[in-house]
Structure formats: C-alpha cells, structure tokens
T-cell receptor, first 113, second 114 residues
Framework: KAGVTQTPRYLIKTRGQQVTLSCSPI?????VSWYQQTPGQGLQFLFE???????NKGNFPGRFSGRQFSNSRSEMNVSTLELGDSALYLC????????????FGSGTQLSVL | QKEVEQDPGPLSVPEGAIVSLNCTYS??????FMWYRQYSRKGPELLMY????GNKEDGRFTAQVDKSSKYISLFIRDSQPSDSATYLC??????????????FGKGTLLTVNP
C-alpha cells in the first residue's frame, strides 16, 4: 500500500510569492492534516480536512489556507510568503476522524529567500 | 509554560544500552499519547500509541503514561544504530468523532553508537 505522497519535495521561493503544496493520502484514508515543522517551534498543527470540509484550524494567519478534494487529496496554499515561512510542511492522513493514528508523508521543504 | 515539554538532547548512547525518553505536559485534558520516530529528511512514523495511564510494550519499545504526574516515557531496550533518529512525543485531548489536533514535543535527537 502506497504511503502518503507529498509534492514537491523541495521548493525555493522569494518573499511575497505564493506557493501551493500537494498531498495524496493513503488509499482509503479520508482525513488529512497539515503540520509545519521548524527547528525552533517543532511541529505545529495547521489544519485538518475531512470530506472536503475544514474541521479544525491551528493558530496560523489567514495567509495559510487549504482545501480537500472529493478524492481526499489535499492542497495547502501560502500567500505573500515571509522568511519565517521557511519550514518542512508535513501532511498526515488517517482513516477517518475517529482515530489519532496519523500517517505522515516525507514533507515539502520550503525555503523562502 | 508550553503544553508539552521534551528535552531536545542530543542523547548519545552505546549500542545495546537502554534508552529513556520523556515528556511532561500541562494540559490535563490529554488522553491519547503517542511516540513518533523521525529519521532525517523523512516524516514522523508512529511508534507507540497509548490511551490514558499505563504501560504498553511492543518488542524492544515500552511506553509509559502517568497522568497523575503528567509524565510520559518511552524506553528502548537493546538499542541499535538503526534506532538513531529524532523521537517526538505527541498528545491529543479529543475523543472519537471529534477533530484531531496533535500537540507535539520538540523531539529528542538520539544517536546509538556501534
């Protein structure tokens, strides 16, 4: 069974640009969560989607947004990039919303110059 | 005070040693406790999952939860060089059917030397 797939693996952008990251969950998984990982703050929850609906959102500015499609694939978008947005963005999938057992992808490493 | 505190290490041990990793937390609503292992340039991988207080064993790994002290531990017996990774504790306050937001510790970097 294929794991969680995130694309691209690496991304370099400049301040002010926007970026879209993609996540394909494990087949059959319907819940997708996004996390930001930095050396200073560790892993921080961004948002969670289930059945194309955002069910929970972390404490991030509105520049961070996401969506989920009918096939459970998800995208997250960051607009007006800032230097502090440089991080590893991790997507995790789970079967549904009744479990805390998350399966993570390898992440997208975003560098903002 | 951060919700979850974890000593970042680094921790370096010889092969075969017993490793003890710990986290403390402040939110008494946390009911679900997990340990993830993260290799360099990879996403976290779920190692152990525990509900409420008690012990859980899986091979060389033992997870302990003491809710009265708000303290969780992961023990690794007979540690191997392949155990070298960052270990992250994670917790959740939600019950079935609700939204899930895991709160993570910052991770402990472990190196097992051959």
């Amino acid at each position: 069974k294929a794991g969680v797939t995130q694309t691209p693996r690496y991304l370099i952008k400049t301040r002010g640009q926007q970026v879209t990251l993609s996540c394909s969950p494990i087949s059959g998984h319907r819940s997708v969560s996004w996390y930001q990982q930095t050396p200073g703050q560790g892993l921080q929850f961004l948002f969670e989607y289930f059945s194309e609906t955002q069910r929970n959102k972390g404490n991030f500015p509105g520049r961070f947004s996401g969506r989920q499609f009918s096939n459970s694939r998800s995208e997250m978008n960051v607009s007006t990039l800032e230097l502090g947005d440089s991080a590893l963005y991790l997507c995790a999938s789970s079967l549904d919303t009744s479990t805390e057992k998350l399966f993570f992808g390898s992440g997208t490493q975003l560098s903002v110059l | 005070q951060k919700e979850v505190e974890q000593d970042p290490g680094p921790l370096s041990v010889p092969e075969g040693a017993i490793v003890s990793l710990n986290c403390t937390y402040s939110n008494s609503a946390f009911q679900y406790f997990m340990w993830y292992r993260q290799y360099s340039r990879k996403g976290p991988e779920l190692l152990m999952y525990t509900y409420s207080s008690g012990n859980k064993e899986d091979g060389r790994f033992t997870a302990q939860v003491d809710k009265s002290s708000k303290y969780i531990s992961l023990f690794i017996r007979d540690s191997q060089p392949s155990d070298s990774a960052t270990y992250l504790c994670a917790m959740s306050a939600n019950s079935g059917g609700s939204n899930y937001k895991l709160t993570f510790g910052k991770g402990t970097l472990l190196t097992v030397n051959p």
